[in-house]
């Protein structure tokens, strides 16, 4: 039962443009959202999060989207550059039994030049 | 300077034989972990060690056994390896629980790609 997901396996966006990621979680317990990239060969790296007290963080680039209602958030970036181009990974926390972070299967962007 | 470091990056080895990846951070943090990434992607959480005390432990087989002789090493030793064992194991850390916001950013290492013939 997986209770993050990522539906896309992968997504391709032309430099310059929008890049819009999406993750939908399960567990309403969840309060704390994170979404982590990731190079080939490389560690997962931290990128941007947010809690459920607010429905949007922005930092730079990058922005994500909370809807709680309909438990789902999405990472945009914009505009997309060729470096983006990796594994995006979405995780989510919460109290008690949800306290440790639960990853999705991630969406591997590449932005094409 | 690698903040999280693990060795082998890559093992290839057979079944039944026992291996073991080792861990270290020199981040100072008090929290770190063992993730599995399996063939579906997935990043599942298999160990969690505060200050050398285990504080998860998920459903994983008693084959595998984490050891953290202090707080920056935290090794993963494997006994009789099987196929299913083959992934991506990734060693993290983190200054407080991992899903807390602001100390719990996960800092992981580059991961040790396992497989098992």
């Known amino acids: 039962d997986q209770q993050v997901k990522q539906n896309s396996p992968s997504l391709s966006v032309q430099e310059g443009r929008i890049s819009i990621l999406n993750c939908d979680y399960t567990?309403?317990?969840?309060?704390?959202f994170l979404w982590y990239k990731k190079y080939p060969a490389e560690g997962p790296t931290f990128l941007i999060s947010?809690?459920?007290?607010?429905d949007k963080n922005e930092d730079g680039r990058f922005t994500v989207f909370l809807n709680k209602s309909a438990k789902h958030l999405s990472l945009h970036i914009v505009p997309s550059q060729p470096g983006d181009s990796a594994v995006y990974f979405c995780?989510?926390?919460?109290?008690?039994?949800?306290?440790?972070?639960?990853f999705g299967s991630g969406t591997q962007l590449t932005v094409l030049p | 300077d690698t903040a999280v470091s693990q060795t082998p990056k890559y093992l290839v080895t057979q079944m039944g034989n026992d291996k073991s990846i080792k861990c270290e951070q020199n981040?100072?943090?008090?929290?770190m972990y063992w993730y599995k990434q399996d063939s579906k992607k997935f990043l599942k959480i298999m160990f969690s060690?505060?200050?050398?005390?285990?504080?998860i432990n998920e459903t994983v087989p008693n084959r595998f056994s984490p050891k953290s002789p202090d707080k920056a090493h935290l090794n993963l030793h494997i006994n009789s390896l099987e196929l299913g064992d083959s992934a991506v194991y990734f060693c993290?850390?983190?200054?407080?629980?991992?899903?807390?916001?602001?100390?719990?950013?996960?800092?992981f290492g580059e991961g040790s790609r396992l497989t098992v013939l």
């Open positions: 993290a850390s983190s200054e407080g629980l991992a899903g807390l916001p602001n100390t719990g950013e996960l800092f």
């Open positions: 567990n309403s317990m969840f309060d704390y």
């Open positions: 947010i809690s459920s007290i607010k």
């Open positions: 995780a989510a926390s919460g109290s008690g039994s949800a306290r440790q972070l639960t």
């Open positions: 981040l100072g943090h008090d929290t």
């Open positions: 060690y505060n200050n050398k005390e285990l504080i």
